[in-house]
């Protein structure tokens, strides 16, 4: 177990020793085992051995608050009874159906849209009153037809594909790992 008050304690009798060690009044080896010796039963004695340091009691602060905050994060009783009643489901023709979510229509459509058609198909058809054209370049059913196609290369407003976007320069993974970095070091500054 580290305590910082005997470290600190023996780094100067350290630093004394290397100062003083030509002189007269040079400590031995055994005198400073002494020393050290004493100083630890004082401090056991005084119940101050394992004491944090004031840098370690801020660590130890700051962690109980992530942690009270974290714990604020919660959902309350009342919150989560009033989620359980809410119903969710929709009659249709005196039946419950299940509501669809924007996302799970999106879902539907991108399917079908993906869906090539079938060798000897038309590559034409209507659904939901829109007409659709199947589009090599887009490999999708899409409104508009593929001679129109700006994707295709022999179009007059054709544009070449950029190149896809450099990654952000810092993310929140490399911050928080930064910030880990300098709690580990305050940590073993102590």
Known sequence: MQDSKFLRYITLKEEEYFEDKNGAGALTYEELIAMATNKYNALIAQGCWGA?????QKIVALTSQMATLKGGLKLSKDLISKLKKKNTRKEVDGKKKKSDTKKE??????????????TGEKHTKKHNKTTYHWCPHHDAWVMHKPSKCRANPTHPDYKPPRAPAPPPARTQVAHAAEIMDQLAALSMDL
Do not use: G
């Open 105 to 118: 229509r999106q879902n539907r459509d991108e399917k079908w849209k993906r869906t090539p058609p079938k």
């Open 52 to 56: 944090k340091s004031p840098s370690e």
